[in-house]
């Protein structure tokens, strides 16, 4: 499916009113976006041709085995944010169910920028949160693949989605993304949500190619099956080059996940 704004859905949590005016009397709803670089203080946009979004724990795996494992790569920035759900460390050191929110660079492509958002970014922080790291950004033949996952109760069709054969890709994109598609395309009436679908309906209004694409699984956690099920991805224009070594990418994300980390939805 094309990228309709209307059949998009920011996700507006049910939040705790005490919570959330405390939050908002505190000042901690704002979003904190801190740049590494010799661009930060300055008013001056970096170049990026590739920006690669992982958001949830398994997206942010599948990314780290095998891209930031593959070729060589430095710590850019990062994004503080305190909201109900949760606030982003700040420490390096992290286990894959800590929170945080991380940005990479290629060392051999600097126009190369990868981001692992491992946290809930609250409905009311999403639009802080596009403008401060894409305003950051020289959006000049910038291209943008996002990855996600969702429940696949979640997924509307006419089947039982006890017959699915979960895990399984959707593909969601705007309409100035022209390149080859690596699943088929989410139909009609189902919606996506949170931050992928605020940075799709960023990349829309300012003519952006974009692809999303979300994971429909029936485990909650930590998933070596889920994470595999992006690995299509990996033949796409934006990650083929960032790719080296498969068989050792894959060694290295059985490491992350322990059988103790897998939960079931229907458990």
Not at 3 to 19: D, E, M, R, T, V
Not at 97 to 102: M, P
């Amino acid at each position: 499916m094309e990228l309709n704004l209307y059949l998009i859905l920011l996700c507006i949590p049910i939040n705790s009113g005490k919570a959330v005016v405390a939050m908002r009397s505190e000042g901690e709803i704002e979003v904190c976006i801190t740049w590494n670089t010799s661009n930060t203080s300055s008013e001056e946009q970096f170049p990026c041709s590739k920006f690669i979004l992982g958001v949830g724990s398994n997206a942010v795996a599948f990314l780290s085995s095998f891209i930031l494992n593959s070729g060589s790569w430095e710590l850019v920035g990062s994004a503080q944010l305190w909201n109900e759900w949760g606030r982003t460390s700040k420490v390096t050191n992290l286990l894959p169910k800590d929170s945080y929110c991380w940005f990479y660079r290629s060392v051999s492509d600097p126009t190369v920028l990868l981001c692992q958002c491992n946290c809930y970014v609250a409905e009311d922080q999403q639009f802080q949160w596009l403008e401060k790291v894409f305003g950051c950004l020289q959006k000049t033949d910038l291209q943008i693949l996002v990855l996600s996952t969702c429940p696949v109760t979640d997924y509307k069709t006419t089947e039982s989605t006890l017959t699915l054969p979960s895990p399984f890709l959707k593909a969601l994109k705007t309409r100035e993304f022209k390149d080859k598609v690596y699943c088929s395309l989410l139909e009609q009436p189902n919606i996506v949500r949170d931050l992928p679908a605020a940075v799709l309906s960023y990349c829309q209004v300012w003519q952006i190619p974009a692809i999303f694409y979300q994971c429909y699984t029936d485990i909650l956690k930590l998933d070596l099956v889920t994470i595999e099920t992006f690995k299509p991805v990996l033949s796409s224009k934006i990650l083929r080059s960032l790719v080296e070594d498969i068989s050792r990418s894959t060694e290295i994300l059985s490491k992350l996940v322990t059988p103790n980390d897998i939960h079931n939805i229907y458990t």
